[in-house]
């Protein structure tokens, strides 16, 4: 079948720097309860379109059309990287509907976003592919997809950060440059284009438009920024006591410990195993008084198991939560529990049902929750039976409710999505007084409304070392600001030096987690020898000074859209070129990292941006921009402060929940003044202005001020209040 014109078409501004496309085969359909976007009104802007070319009078020309959009009529088999399971077919309708936007490539702008990678953050010509998948271990650059899915591209040169999101939760696929190398091919299922154009002028501003147009990321409660240990086979009660003792007694600092599928009784979700597990009120009890949370796993598989008085299949099933197959019988799959029922988040009391199973967990003191397998991930033969393979839902399965009702070709890449937000929602109503926590490995743009991410199962390699910064700063750009990877590898074997190095820059990490999978090498912080438990908890410790920072850089993506880690050009959108290195990253506006994630290194090349950088461990300093080479013995890797920071840390804790008994900044003066913010976990602001020697507060605070200085540090311990404070 040839490519056909589209026949439909709608153009809009909704926001003075968002312009919607829209091209369609038939008639638009109307909006989705699922919609991900927040804004539909025509606003006042200063774009122009001509049906071929979009413009900004800021920035002059945005995009421009190769040719007309267009769609065909496609078979599955058309689609080798959307993964289906054996002998399905594309249900009747839009889902064969594949339709096509070519763009021009600029081919002086660098492309990045797209989501969830394993490769380079600059985005090499190649497909992009956004359909969620729980692919087999060893993630590898050339993987289609991962488990979430982000249908959204960034270009940026200097003045210009150009945002385009595909609004289609359908298969689709970004051609950037590999078809032809000047062009940008956007195709979809689903009969229409729907893109968001969003224009700025920096990639702080873009940042900020997406979060306008698809929300604001839920800001953690202060524990979840605070170190999580976790392992797949922690198997009891009585060993998750010990090691939060141990953490104790060791001094390394910590505020949660993860409960993964070991917990559940015959991996029965939102059940505790009768004898492993015996009294998870007293196990979080317990925990919490040594200022621990408990996070637990979730699986979306609910054991189908409907005779044996296991409420959630019962209930579920008698209310009509769960998918059916096309002759209204239950549909099953194979998860961890065997035969398991899948909720259909899509529908809004389906949602509400599974917000209230939470109940039994949050009734036991739980704090988080962790939703994970939510791609959803369905095997082709029984757990108990060993290795799978992966056997997706049938795409025709029904999802959604009334007018609403579609296929699940259309919902899968949301299944993690709205399984995040039935959890969160759950988690608000059942505890209003509590932030809540939902922690998931499957995601679309807009989940960061609801939950953190992490980057699911990495291995133990430098190699997913290295990649690490770039899939975590895509990410930030991609909207999803709380996001970590398993520290040390989930896969394999860690060892000394690459657990040392991860951890060094983990500190770093929105979301800092240790977590490894069954049956691998313990990787507790003290199980390599006294020498990197000593350097870890150095590095862990750091962590926990920084919070006061951690929290206001948290709070500004709450608010503004701003990621944490950030790539450096980011923060210096006019440099053209040594942004572009990688393997370094801005932590806010004044921390530059520069990890080591190569075996044997002890020193490396660090490009430093524009200003005069400090060493965080020495006497040393630079003026950017330029090139050095860094010593980095193990325990320091590259770290730098920008001139004119003001730091917000505070003393050294066990864990976020010990009071703050002194308000500290680090200042790093320079010629000009420099402003420095707190906000505290209330969301009160404190600044600092530092001039010429002086130090003024606003609010004003009234009493001592202890000033000490410390190479080209000066600390700054506030302990009541004063209003100006001379150096
Ligand atoms: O495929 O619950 O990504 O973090 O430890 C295994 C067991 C299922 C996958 C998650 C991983 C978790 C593991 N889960």
New binding site residues.
């Given amino acids: 079948m040839t490519w056909q014109p589209a026949s439909r078409h709608s153009q809009q501004a909704i926001h003075p720097y968002i312009y919607r496309l829209r091209f369609g085969v038939e008639e638009f359909r109307p909006r989705r309860s699922w919609n991900v976007t927040l804004l539909e009104q025509d606003c006042p802007s200063a774009f122009e379109w001509d049906g071929l070319q979009l413009r900004h009078t800021d920035f002059g020309t945005l995009l421009r059309l190769r040719q007309a959009p267009d769609w065909r009529m496609v078979t599955l088999k058309e689609l080798p990287e959307l993964l289906a399971r054996p002998g399905d077919a594309l249900p009747e309708g839009p889902a064969r509907q594949q339709i096509r936007l070519v763009l021009q490539r600029d081919l002086e702008a660098g492309y990045y976003a797209l989501g969830q990678r394993m490769s380079s953050m600059r985005r090499d010509p190649g497909v992009y592919c956004n359909w969620s998948l ?1 692919l087999p271990a060893g993630h590898y650059r050339g993987m289609p997809s991962l488990y979430q899915a982000h249908p959204y591209l960034v270009a940026h040169r200097p003045g210009l950060a150009l945002g385009m999101f595909l609004n289609s939760t359908w298969f689709s696929r970004f051609d950037l440059g590999h078809g032809h190398e000047d062009e940008i091919a956007i195709t979809t299922q689903g009969g229409e284009i729907d893109l968001y154009v969003l224009a700025a002028e920096n990639p702080a501003d873009l940042c900020a438009l997406l979060a306008d147009l698809t929300g604001r990321a839920a800001l953690p409660p202060g524990w979840a920024l605070g170190f999580h240990q976790s392992r ?1 086979g922690y198997q009891s009660q009585d060993e998750i006591v010990s090691l939060v003792d141990e953490f104790r007694q060791r001094q390394i600092p910590l505020d949660a410990v993860h409960l ?2 070991d917990y559940m009784d015959e991996f029965r979700s939102f059940t505790f195993h009768p004898q492993r597990f015996p009294d998870p009120e007293g196990l979080s009890a317990g925990l919490r008084e040594k200022g621990v949370r408990l996070v637990t ?1 979730i ?1 979306p598989g609910i054991r189908f198991d409907l005779h044996s008085g296991y409420p959630v299949a019962r209930e579920g099933a008698l209310h009509g939560h769960f998918l059916r197959n096309p002759d209204g019988s239950p549909f099953s799959g194979y998860c961890w529990p065997d035969s398991a029922l899948f909720t259909d988040y899509a529908r809004a009391d389906s949602r509400a049902w599974w917000g209230e199973q939470q109940r039994s967990l949050t009734e036991r003191g739980v704090s988080g929750i962790w939703v ?2 939510n791609e959803p ?1 369905v095997f082709s033969s029984p757990f108990s039976q060993g290795f799978s393979q992966q056997n997706p839902i049938p795409l025709a399965t029904a999802q959604g409710a009334g007018e609403d009702s579609t296929v699940h070709a259309e919902l899968h890449n949301l299944y993690g999505h709205q399984m995040a937000q039935a959890t969160y929602e759950g988690l608000a109503r059942l505890r209003p007084e509590e932030r809540p926590w939902v922690l998931t ?1 499957s995601a679309f743009v807009g989940t960061q409304r609801y939950a953190a991410a ?1 980057m ?2 990495n291995q133990s390699w430098w190699e997913h070392l290295a990649l690490t910064l770039p899939q975590l700063t895509s990410m930030g750009l991609s909207g999803s600001p709380f996001v970590g990877v ?1 520290i040390g590898g ?1 896969f394999g074997n860690t060892h000394a030096e690459l657990f040392e190095r991860w951890m060094e820059q983990a500190v770093f990490y929105p979301f800092m987690r240790n ?1 490894s ?2 049956g691998t090498r313990a990787q507790e912080p003290w199980r390599f020898g006294p020498e990197v438990e000593e350097r870890v908890r150095g590095h862990i410790g750091l962590r926990y000074r920084l919070l006061p920072y951690v929290e206001t850089l948290a709070w500004q993506a709450h608010r503004h859209g701003w990621p944490l880690l950030r790539p450096l050009f980011y923060d210096f959108p006019l440099d053209t070129e040594g942004p572009l290195y990688e393997d370094q990253a801005m932590f806010g506006p004044w921390i530059m990292l520069a990890p080591i994630a190569h075996p044997g290194h002890r020193q490396r090349m660090v490009y430093f941006p524009e200003g005069r950088w400090y060493d965080f461990w020495s006497e040393r300093f630079v003026d950017g921009p330029g090139c050095q080479v860094w010593p980095a013995p193990l325990g320091q890797m590259p770290l730098f402060i920008r001139q004119g920071a003001c730091l917000p840390v505070v003393g050294l804790r066990q864990s976020t929940s010990e009071p703050v008994q002194k308000n500290i900044w680090w200042l790093f003066p320079g010629p000009q003044s420099s402003q420095g913010l707190r906000i505290n976990p209330e969301g009160e602001e404190y600044h600092v202005c530092l001039s010429s020697g002086q130090v003024c507060f606003d609010p004003p605070v009234a009493a001592r001020v202890v000033v000490r200085r410390d190479r080209h540090r000066v600390e700054m311990e506030v302990d009541g209040d004063e209003s100006v404070v001379c150096l």
Avoid: N, P, T, V
């Fill in positions: 729980d797949w993964d599928i796993i699986d994970d397998m991930a490995r992490w699911g199962d398993d989930f977590h999978a069954l």
